[in-house]
């Protein structure tokens, strides 16, 4: 078992939507979780990230931490066509991230227009 | 510059052959990461550098792979007797501290050297 787990999708929503992308983790020692956009032929760009448990809300982009039930989500609102990418979780157990970040597969996400 | 720079983004090798990959971080970022992504994979950590110093070769997968940022800028990846297992894109990244207990270095990644062995 990976220690991050991430479905691969594709999901397909239509324009307009609200879309959830999930990750579960293993390693409780991870404190620090991000999501990153991927567009094809693109390095990740960093979207969210969040510090222990809770929420944080950043425009449409709304970041969940569960750290009791090691899972990790990622809400979009009112999807957009250019919202379609691969959206990677990533997670890290240092300040600072100098363990190198663990990442989830990525899951393809498709915005229907 | 603005953003961190890599080359080649392509580069077609044949088995055996010596590679060097080229990263351009971002002017000032103190650390550097680089990273491997198989096709359909997340990207998988390769090796730390916080200014010239290597601080976690812990995911190079060979001896074949080194790294190295002698004047704490610029880095290269390089891959002796390259293997069709090597195939990948090789991501850079380079990072910042966002300040406050926290806060986390935030990576920026490049747009990735894509490695074909044939």
């Known amino acids: 078992q990976k220690e991050v787990e991430q479905d691969p999708g594709p999901l397909s929503v239509p324009e307009g939507a609200i879309v959830s992308l999930n990750c579960t983790y293993s390693?409780?020692?991870?404190?620090?979780f991000m999501w990153y956009r991927q567009y094809s032929r693109k390095g990740p760009e960093l979207l969210m990230y969040?510090?222990?448990?809770g929420n944080k809300e950043d425009g449409r982009f709304t970041a969940q931490v569960d750290k009791s039930s090691k899972y990790i989500s990622l809400f979009i609102r009112d999807s957009q066509p250019s919202d379609s990418a691969t959206y990677l979780c990533?997670?890290?157990?240092?300040?600072?991230?100098?363990?190198?970040?663990?990442f989830g597969k990525g899951t393809h996400l498709i915005i229907q227009p | 510059g603005a953003g961190v720079s890599q080359s080649p983004r392509y580069k077609v090798a044949k088995r055996g052959q010596d590679v060097a990959l080229r990263c351009d971080p971002i002017?000032?970022?103190?650390?550097l990461f680089w990273y491997q992504q198989a096709l359909g994979q997340g990207p998988e950590f390769l090796t730390y550098?916080?200014?010239?110093?290597?601080?976690?070769k812990s995911g190079l997968p060979s001896d074949r792979f080194f790294a190295e940022r002698p004047e704490g800028s610029v880095s290269t990846l390089k891959i002796q007797r390259t293997q069709q297992e090597d195939s990948a894109v090789y991501l850079c990244?380079?990072?910042?501290?966002?300040?406050?207990?926290?806060?986390?270095?935030?990576?920026?990644f490049g747009a990735g050297s894509r490695l074909t062995v044939l």
């Open positions: 990244a380079s990072s910042f501290y966002t300040g406050g207990s926290s806060g986390a270095n935030v990576l920026t």
């Open positions: 390693n409780s020692a991870f404190q620090y």
């Open positions: 969040t510090y222990s448990s």
């Open positions: 990533a997670m890290s157990a240092t300040y600072g991230g100098a363990d190198g970040l663990t």
């Open positions: 002017s000032g970022h103190v650390s």
């Open positions: 550098f916080q200014n010239e110093a290597q601080l976690d």
